[in-house]
């Protein structure tokens, strides 16, 4: 945790925060070790960045007093397209992904995508809350992103894409594609990426019908969280 988010309904006017949340606040007392008089680096949910002088501490309680002072680090100009993975490996790609400062994504389907992954308890909305948070809390960010669900491919990339797509650099990661994905971006992108084993044959097509342009990232297969970071480190 590289700053501490504090939520509106902890500050009050005064610029005084008292957390209870258990998570929190049990990183402040054991990770960070601070004591009444340290500063912690704060930021104030889907505002600004500053710092926090501990007030007192105790069980599962934090009192400080926040000042803020900056803004939020860059938004990564990017619009994160990518297949329902396992649910583990969701939770990572919200987590690294936030962290690196992405702030729309779009979660499709695919043939490939196992279906029982739908059912899982991760696409709640608090469950995707919290892995915003936590990635905010490895970015430095206050910023929530936002994330929307297209269950149906087909009318998604016919009806949707175009629109999503325009003004932007539109790329496709896809294993085999004969162009390189291109390095240090300036300006927008739409980086679709797909389920472990890729979209089908079908769907790569109907996806460049629609303006994806595929791209390769080398040889060798990766995991799905590490293929994003990837892919995102070398574009920007």
Known sequence: MNLVIIYEEELAEDGIAVICDPRRALHIQSILRVLPGDKIKVGLLNGRIGTGKILSSTPGKVELQAEFSSEPPPVLPVTLIFALPRPKTYKKILQAATAVGVKKFILIDSWKVDKSYWDSPVLFEEEIREQFILGLEQ?????????????????FVEDELTGI????????????????????????????????????????????????????????????????????????
């Open 139 to 155: 970015g430095g960010d206050t910023a929530l992103p936002e994330i929307s669900v297209k269950r149906r491919f087909k009318p």
């Open 165 to 236: 797509i325009k003004g932007k650099l539109p790329l496709l990661a896809h294993p085999g594609a004969v162009c390189d994905c291109p390095r240090n971006i300036v300006g927008p992108v739409v980086l679709c990426v797909g389920p472990e084993g890729g979209f089908t044959e079908y769907e790569v097509a109907l996806l460049e019908k629609y303006g994806m342009q595929p791209v390769s990232i080398g040889a060798r297969i990766l995991r799905t969280e590490f293929a994003v970071c990837m892919i995102l480190g070398r574009l920007f």
